[in-house]
C-alpha cells in the first residue's frame, strides 16, 4: 500500500510517499480502507520534531522508534478486517475517527478511537471532524465549560477547529463572536457567528466588550491582553500549541500561574480521542449544527503539498487527502 512517510526531522519537503506492506489489526484493532483522510497541525510538527519531547519520544536525531515516521491522524473510511476482541464494528461499516498513519491507503485503529459515519456525511466531511471537532467541543464544553446566554470569543474562527468551534458553541446557545481576516468574514457569518471582527483591521483585545469565554486558536495575543477582555469569571482556552517553542513554553508556565492569582482561567488543551465524544460529534454533523468547512481536496500523491500548506497558515477550514468515494 501507498503511504506518506518521513524518516528524518525537517520541514513538511522530507516526507514522502512510499510502499509499506499493508497493517494486520491486532486484538483491539480496526483495519481501514481508508476513503479520506486529513491533515493537522501535529502532523507537521512531528517531522519538525517541534516541541523537542518528539525527538524524546520517537527518537532523538531521527524518527527511529516508529520505523519510518508515519503521518496522519484523521481518518474516515470502510472496515475491511477486524481484531479478535472488537466487538463495535464488522467489515464493512463505514467509520471515522482518528488513528496514527492515516495518511495511507489503509490504516489500523483502536476501535476505541471510532465511530460509525453517519449515511448523510461523507467521507470527506467525516475525515475533517476527528481532531478538530474535538478540540472545538472539549474545549468549549469541559474546559471552559459553556454556557446558554454567555458571550464567547473564538479567536482563529474560520480555521479547521475555528469552524467547528463556532457552530457548536451555537448549539449550546451562545452568543458568538469571531475573529478571522478578510476573505473569510462571510464563511465565519455562514456558520452562525452573531459577530465577527477583521483581525487586519481591528485588535480584539483593545474592545469594549467583556467575553464570558475565549477559545484561542491562533496564541497571537498574550494571555495578559486576553484577560483585559474577560469577565472577572471569565475563562480563555488556548488550544494547541502555537508555532513558536518559546511562546509555548511561557504560556505552558504562565496559565497556572496566572489562575491562581486572578478571577480568570487560562488554560491550554490538547484534545482526547475517545468514542463518546466522537458519537456526539456524530449527532452535530447528522442534524446538521456543525458542518464541516473543507478548504481544498489533495489526491495522496500531493500529500507534501497539503502539509505546506498547513504550515504557512492561513487555512480556510480543513484540508482534505481524498482517496476514494466522497
Known amino acids: 500500500m501507498k503511504a506518506a512517510v518521513y524518516t528524518r526531522y525537517g520541514p ?11 497493517p494486520v489489526p491486532i486484538d483491539d484493532e480496526v483495519l481501514i480502507k481508508v476513503r479520506a483522510a486529513s491533515v493537522n497541525p501535529a502532523d507537521w510538527r512531528l517531522m519538525r520534531g517541534v516541541p523537542f519531547v518528539f525527538h524524546l519520544l520517537f527518537g532523538v536525531r531521527k524518527p527511529t522508534l516508529m520505523q519510518p515516521g508515519r503521518l496522519g491522524h484523521d481518518v474516515a473510511g470502510q472496515v475491511e478486517a477486524i481484531g479478535s476482541k472488537v466487538s463495535r464494528f464488522k ?45 472545538a467541543l472539549q474545549g468549549l ?16 474562527a474560520a480555521g479547521g477547529v475555528g469552524t467547528f468551534a463556532v457552530q457548536i458553541a451555537k448549539s449550546f446557545g451562545a452568543e458568538v463572536t469571531g475573529v478571522c481576516g478578510t476573505r473569510n468574514l462571510e464563511v465565519v457569518r455562514s ?18 466588550q467583556r467575553y464570558d469565554l475565549i477559545l484561542d486558536n491562533v496564541g497571537n495575543h498574550s494571555m495578559f491582553e ?27 508556565l504562565t496559565a497556572p500561574l496566572l489562575s491562581r492569582f486572578v478571577s480568570q482561567k487560562f488554560v491550554l488543551f490538547i484534545a482526547r480521542i475517545n468514542k463518546e465524544d ?49
Open 278 to 326: 466522537l458519537a456526539i460529534l456524530s449527532g452535530l454533523m447528522e442534524s446538521g449544527k456543525a458542518k464541516p468547512v473543507i478548504g481544498r481536496r489533495y489526491p495522496l500523491s500531493e500529500a507534501v503539498e497539503a502539509l505546506q500548506h498547513l504550515e504557512e497558515g492561513h487555512v480556510r477550514g480543513k484540508l482534505i487527502i481524498a482517496m476514494g468515494d466522497r
Open 91 to 135: 467489515p464493512g461499516d463505514e467509520v471515522f475517527g482518528a488513528g496514527r498513519g492515516s495518511l495511507a491507503e489503509y490504516v489500523c485503529v483502536s476501535e476505541t478511537r471510532l465511530a460509525l459515519k453517519p449515511e448523510s456525511v461523507s467521507f470527506e466531511q467525516a475525515a475533517s471532524a476527528p481532531v478538530a471537532g474535538l478540540t
Open 191 to 208: 456558520l452562525g457567528a452573531d459577530h465577527v471582527i477583521d483581525y487586519t483591521q481591528e485588535d480584539f483585545t483593545g474592545s469594549p
Open 12 to 22: 513538511p519537503s522530507v516526507a514522502e510517499i512510499r510502499d509499506l506492506e499493508k
Open 141 to 156: 464544553r469541559d474546559k471552559g465549560e459553556i454556557r446558554a446566554g454567555q458571550k464567547v470569543l473564538i479567536n482563529g
Open 226 to 252: 486576553c484577560r483585559s477582555i474577560l469577565h472577572p469569571r471569565g475563562i480563555c482556552v488556548t488550544v494547541g500549541a502555537p508555532k513558536n517553542p518559546g511562546v509555548f513554553l511561557l504560556r505552558f
